[in-house]
């Protein structure tokens, strides 16, 4: 049986790889032109990609090869796993993956060449959040906050439909709605992730609450106004997702620094100089501005087999430099995979697990150390402000916690009632999570700005377990492979170890084991959560 169960994988592996390849081909033209001939091959393609997954007599052989019996072969098992999940997820009838398919498709499309406008020109992403970052002009930020969020208007209803869509399809599969179906596909358990998002609030809201409060005092200073009379403009990002650098040193030692540097040289630099060369896949990726490509970032496994790409916007600036760290990190994940892996463990372990290595090296763009090295920062200068720099990194933590919460409750709720007051609900999570009061009389689609909630949905509780995990990441390679050293610091961002380490540990193993059990092959323990807690409590 288990022959024929490899014989199995083998032709569907067969079917699908090459469909994967294309269909990952087409969406970066799609997101790198905004072309519409770009859009419609995405489309034919992810339509015949879920029409493979929603063979049932493909389904029903593989339920006979698996159903009841036991798989001794540890790989194998866990390639019939995934492959089952697979097969969950699409089972719904051609029209449905045809229209449900268009409709997403066509949703990103609108996000990927849509420009704001804003005092009568079309503005792009980075000259909103500049503004958001930069300017002293209260009204200025005020409108240009309000502009980030116009394309809610145009994608709300849209996007509305297809969670309907989307929850049909989670129902007639047996789950009560799609949100909870996901969740249970990437192998996690609803009650207990918020159950672990409840405790989290419980212990880091005290932290929260005092750093808001000084931050808020800092910017109140900025600004010339009341505590109670900051807004949501007043912030350095339109979803207070990102902190703002509200110590004036701190401020304008990054503007400094960043101003006249070449993002791209640094970032491959840091990458060799621990062992994880990056230069191949930045020499594939599209880095910079175009009319009509996605304003986003992110990173794109084409083949499995080492084509891998990244999407940005750079600028120079720290949130940039912290984005370039980011997505190198999804892609050293992906480019250092054991090539002798079978195709469908030849990816991350899970989501959440790439985006752990993802915010382990994000998080650098505020590191003394880093900046020393690598961003010729004067060491004296960074040495004498290293305690803001982490109280800014302490506090990006902190608000990434925050507002993760923020959508992963909205998100939730989105798929249990569609049609309740989603406006309401929306600042009453930011009210709650993120302690920002709402605009006065604003009654608008704000949530539906967010683009993950349409083109990556249930995703975003991803985030803040990359984030928990990337802090245990730290600490046991600190402790284990860097041996307590006292320079630790340094070594962490200069010593090969550091890439041998994530490389023979969490990337070439990819997706061979659950989620779970490969951080404990990594860490010598499963999830635990109390090493972020720590972290963020200083």
Request: glycine residues 4%; aromatic residues 10%.
């Given at each position: 049986?288990?022959e024929?169960?490899?014989?199995?994988?083998?032709?569907?592996?067969?079917?699908?790889?090459?469909?994967?390849?294309a269909t990952n081909?087409?969406?970066w033209?799609?997101?790198?032109?905004?072309?519409?001939?770009?859009?419609?091959?995405?489309?034919?393609?992810?339509?015949?990609?879920?029409?493979v997954?929603?063979d049932?007599?493909r389904?029903?052989r593989?339920?006979?090869?698996t159903?009841?019996r036991s798989i001794?072969d540890?790989?194998?098992?866990r390639?019939?796993t995934?492959?089952?999940?697979?097969?969950?997820?699409?089972?719904?009838?051609?029209?449905?993956i045809?229209e449900?398919t268009?409709?997403?498709?066509?949703?990103e499309s609108t996000?990927?060449?849509?420009?704001?406008?804003?005092?009568?020109?079309?503005?792009?992403?980075?000259?909103?959040?500049?503004?958001?970052?930069?300017?002293?002009?209260?009204?200025?930020?005020?409108?240009?906050?309000?502009?980030?969020?116009?394309?809610?208007?145009?994608v709300?209803?849209?996007?509305i439909?297809?969670?309907?869509?989307?929850?049909?399809v989670?129902?007639?599969?047996?789950?009560?709605?799609?949100?909870?179906?996901?969740?249970?596909?990437?192998?996690?358990?609803?009650?207990?992730?918020f159950?672990?998002?409840?405790?989290?609030?419980r212990?880091?809201?005290?932290v929260y609450r005092?750093y808001?409060?000084?931050l808020?005092?800092?910017?109140a200073?900025?600004?010339?106004?009341?505590?109670?009379?900051?807004r949501?403009?007043?912030?350095s990002?339109?979803?207070?997702q990102?902190?703002p650098?509200?110590?004036?040193?701190v401020r304008?030692?990054?503007?400094?620094?960043?101003?006249?540097?070449?993002i791209e040289?640094?970032?491959?630099?840091?990458?060799r100089?621990i062992?994880?060369?990056v230069?191949?896949v930045?020499?594939?990726?599209d880095?910079?501005?175009?009319?009509?490509?996605?304003?986003h970032?992110?990173c794109?496994?084409?083949?499995?087999?080492?084509?891998?790409?990244?999407?940005?916007?750079?600028?120079?600036?720290?949130?940039?430099?912290g984005?370039?760290?980011h997505?190198?990190g999804h892609?050293?994940y992906?480019?250092?995979?054991?090539p002798?892996?079978?195709?469908?463990?030849?990816?991350?372990?899970?989501?959440?697990?790439?985006?752990?290595?993802a915010?382990?090296?994000?998080?650098?763009?505020?590191?003394?150390?880093?900046?020393v090295?690598?961003?010729?920062?004067?060491?004296?200068m960074?040495?004498?402000i290293?305690?803001?720099?982490?109280?800014q990194?302490?506090?990006q933590?902190l608000?990434?916690a925050?507002?993760v919460l923020v959508?992963s409750?909205?998100?939730?709720?989105?798929?249990q009632?569609p049609?309740?007051?989603?406006?309401?609900?929306?600042?009453?999570?930011?009210?709650?999570f993120?302690?920002?009061?709402r605009?006065?009389?604003?009654?608008?689609?704000?949530?539906?700005?967010?683009?993950?909630?349409?083109?990556v949905?249930?995703?975003y509780h991803?985030?803040?377990?990359?984030?928990l995990?990337a802090?245990?990441?730290?600490?046991?390679i600190e402790a284990h492979?860097?041996?307590?050293?006292?320079?630790l610091?340094r070594?962490?961002?200069?010593?090969?170890a550091?890439?041998?380490?994530?490389?023979?540990?969490?990337f070439?193993?990819?997706?061979?084991?659950?989620?779970?059990d490969?951080?404990?092959?990594?860490?010598?323990?499963?999830?635990?959560?109390?090493?972020?807690?720590?972290?963020?409590?200083?």
């Amino acid at each position: 049986m288990s022959e024929d169960l490899k014989a199995f994988i083998q032709e569907l592996v067969a079917t699908i790889e090459p469909i994967e390849k294309a269909t990952n081909l087409a969406y970066w033209n799609f997101t790198t032109t905004g072309k519409k001939e770009h859009e419609e091959e995405v489309t034919r393609l992810q339509i015949a990609l879920r029409k493979v997954f929603a063979d049932r007599a493909r389904f029903e052989r593989l339920k006979t090869l698996t159903d009841g019996r036991s798989i001794d072969d540890p790989t194998l098992n866990r390639q019939a796993t995934l492959l089952r999940n697979d097969f969950i997820g699409n089972q719904m009838d051609d029209e449905t993956i045809e229209e449900m398919t268009r409709r997403e498709v066509a949703l990103e499309s609108t996000f990927n060449t849509f420009r704001a406008e804003l005092r009568g020109r079309k503005v792009t992403e980075n000259e909103l959040k500049e503004i958001l970052r930069e300017s002293d002009d209260q009204d200025l930020r005020r409108q240009a906050w309000e502009a980030s969020k116009q394309i809610g208007v145009y994608v709300a209803d849209p996007l509305i439909e297809l969670v309907e869509l989307r929850n049909d399809v989670a129902r007639n599969i047996g789950f009560e709605n799609y949100y909870r179906m996901r969740l249970t596909l990437q192998e996690l358990d609803e009650d207990e992730l918020f159950a672990l998002f409840d405790e989290l609030d419980r212990l880091v809201r005290p932290v929260y609450r005092d750093y808001k409060a000084d931050l808020d005092a800092q910017l109140a200073d900025r600004f010339g106004v009341a505590p109670e009379d900051l807004r949501p403009w007043h912030y350095s990002d339109p979803f207070f997702q990102e902190a703002p650098a509200a110590d004036s040193n701190v401020r304008e030692f990054l503007t400094g620094i960043f101003a006249h540097q070449d993002i791209e040289s640094i970032t491959r630099r840091f990458y060799r100089a621990i062992g994880l060369d990056v230069d191949d896949v930045l020499a594939r990726s599209d880095l910079y501005e175009r009319e009509g490509k996605q304003q986003h970032a992110y990173c794109i496994h084409v083949d499995r087999r080492g084509d891998v790409r990244i999407l940005a916007n750079i600028k120079p600036n720290d949130r940039w430099m912290g984005t370039i760290l980011h997505e190198c990190g999804h892609a050293a994940y992906d480019k250092y995979l054991d090539p002798g892996l079978p195709y469908v463990l030849r990816q991350p372990a899970h989501t959440l697990s790439t985006e752990a290595i993802a915010m382990l090296m994000g998080r650098l763009a505020h590191d003394a150390d880093w900046l020393v090295t690598y961003a010729d920062a004067p060491e004296a200068m960074a040495r004498s402000i290293a305690d803001k720099l982490w109280q800014q990194l302490r506090g990006q933590l902190l608000i990434m916690a925050r507002w993760v919460l923020v959508m992963s409750h909205f998100e939730r709720a989105l798929y249990q009632d569609p049609r309740q007051d989603l406006n309401a609900l929306w600042w009453n999570l930011v009210e709650r999570f993120q302690m920002m009061p709402r605009p006065e009389g604003r009654d608008a689609p704000d949530w539906a700005a967010k683009i993950h909630l349409g083109t990556v949905p249930v995703y975003y509780h991803n985030y803040l377990m990359g984030e928990l995990i990337a802090s245990q990441l730290r600490h046991h390679i600190e402790a284990h492979i860097l041996d307590g050293d006292e320079d630790l610091g340094r070594r962490f961002v200069t010593d090969p170890a550091v890439g041998r380490y994530l490389t023979a540990k969490i990337f070439r193993p990819g997706a061979s084991r659950h989620w779970q059990d490969a951080l404990e092959f990594a860490t010598g323990e499963r999830l635990r959560p109390q090493y972020f807690v720590d972290q963020v409590r200083g």
